[in-house]
């Protein structure tokens, strides 16, 4: 055993005598410790991640249950993860300024992908040894799930585990934004922020797919160079350049489309920023982070610059500004999974793939949460229960 791997099974216990056992919050927890003690003796452990209170990134713990036959109820499977992805909400939530979490504590991860281990009554469109993308509230930072098998997509026969779970809330959330609200168009602008992220680069590749459509993203510096790789037309610095100065330089009566992830004073930028007909998508607020723990300055800076717009200001401006989260369409099924059945099509066509930054094994969640954090991430980070990879 690595040292390593050692420290992290003594905080492993450290961690469960702190938290007590994972309450069945959401609908993808680890069962109750208890409930493996018929395990089979011969059986690693399962590992998984828990968030045991808010603030910094040593409030992420790596716990182990024993081992135990999967038992899904009827309409679950039960799946062995192979990855799992880090969103942007993830790192917010160990702040505590996410609002779509059950109560402490509870397993983190919206997402990802591995092989349905058993299936439960009543399950007819999967069988074991099928591999799988899992779409859930949360629960994913874990070797094994149980979920709803309506919470699990088929993978693309050529799709890697990675690729697979790097997919569905980035490329779902970029979609739902550009088409179903933004309603792009061929010839269209867009304004994509933090355009080398996750969301980011899932917005370029999915701009890529529309003729003739001119694309600002902001990204730090170092990152155009990808963000080019991927389509982007105009890549701004917003470390050094006033991205409204640049795009109305470029395009002096605005743009189509803006999609909103900052909140507080970029969101009223981004709808001076509009064209007539023009829509402002709004679907995060990252400028509420600032540092490894919540802000409260920031918190009340971007409360306070938040835009509004009255319905008698919005009819002569002829512009529509959209609030958007994937969190909150968990029970829209067959909305979601039409939107996953267009993103399979186009991963098969090769008009997207998933830009893998870095895959962290469980014990390096920390490092995981500060390559985000302090805006190193080109792409999707992800995490393996497994060995580590190269980063
Ligand atoms: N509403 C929904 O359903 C939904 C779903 C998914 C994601 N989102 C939102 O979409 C946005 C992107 O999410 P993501 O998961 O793809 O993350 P991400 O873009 O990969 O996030 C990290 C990158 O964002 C940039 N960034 C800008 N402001 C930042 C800040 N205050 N702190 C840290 N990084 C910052 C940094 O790149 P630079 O070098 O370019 O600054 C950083 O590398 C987030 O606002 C997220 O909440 C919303």
Not at 327 to 331: A, E, F, S, V
């Given at each position: 055993m690595s040292a390593e791997r050692e420290a992290a099974e003594v905080a492993t216990v450290e961690a469960a005598a702190e938290a007590g056992p994972a309450e069945a919050a959401g609908d993808a927890q680890p069962p109750a410790a208890s409930e493996g003690a018929a395990a089979a003796a011969s059986a690693p452990p399962l590992r998984f991640l828990v968030?045991?209170?808010?603030?910094?990134?040593?409030k992420v713990k790596l716990q182990t249950r024993p081992a135990a036959p999967p038992a899904p109820g009827p309409r679950q499977v039960t799946v062995r993860v192979r990855a799992s992805g880090l969103n942007f909400a993830d790192v917010m939530a160990r702040q505590g300024i996410y609002d779509r979490t059950p109560p402490l504590p509870y397993t983190p991860g919206m997402e990802g992908a591995g092989v349905v281990v058993a299936v439960g009554e009543g399950v007819q469109d999967r069988k074991v040894g099928d591999r799988v993308m899992v779409l859930v509230r949360c629960g994913m930072w874990q070797e094994e799930v149980t979920v709803l098998s309506a919470q699990t997509f088929l993978m693309p026969e050529a799709m890697t585990f990675e690729e697979a779970a790097a997919l569905l809330v980035n490329y779902i959330t970029a979609y739902m934004v550009l088409f179903d609200f933004g309603h792009l168009r061929p010839g269209h602008s867009v304004l994509v922020h933090m355009a080398a992220g996750g969301v980011g680069i899932a917005a370029l590749q999915l701009c890529r797919t529309v003729e003739n459509v001119t694309v600002f993203g902001t990204a730090s510096a170092s990152k155009h160079e990808i963000l080019k790789e991927n389509g982007v037309t105009h890549p701004i610095d917003y470390h050094t350049t006033d991205y409204v100065e640049a795009v109305k330089k470029i395009s002096p009566k605005g743009v189509d489309i803006v999609m909103d992830p900052l909140g507080g004073a970029d969101t009223t930028k981004g709808y001076n920023l509009l064209k007539p007909m023009g829509k402002l998508i709004t679907y995060g607020m990252a400028n509420l982070m600032t540092g490894p723990k919540r802000n409260l300055m920031a918190l009340a800076r971007t409360w306070w610059n938040q835009f509004s717009v009255t319905a008698l200001q919005l009819l002569p401006a002829n512009r529509a500004v959209c609030g958007y989260h994937l969190?909150?369409?968990?029970?829209e099924v067959e909305l979601v999974s039409g939107v996953v059945s267009r993103l399979v099509a186009l991963y098969n066509q090769g008009h997207i793939k998933p830009h893998i930054d870095s895959v962290w094994p469980f014990e390096k969640v920390a490092d995981a949460m500060k390559q985000m954090q302090e805006k190193k991430n080109v792409g999707k980070i992800l995490l393996v229960p497994g060995a580590e990879k190269e980063n």
């Open positions: 968030l045991t209170g808010f603030g910094g990134y040593d969190g909150y369409l968990d029970d």
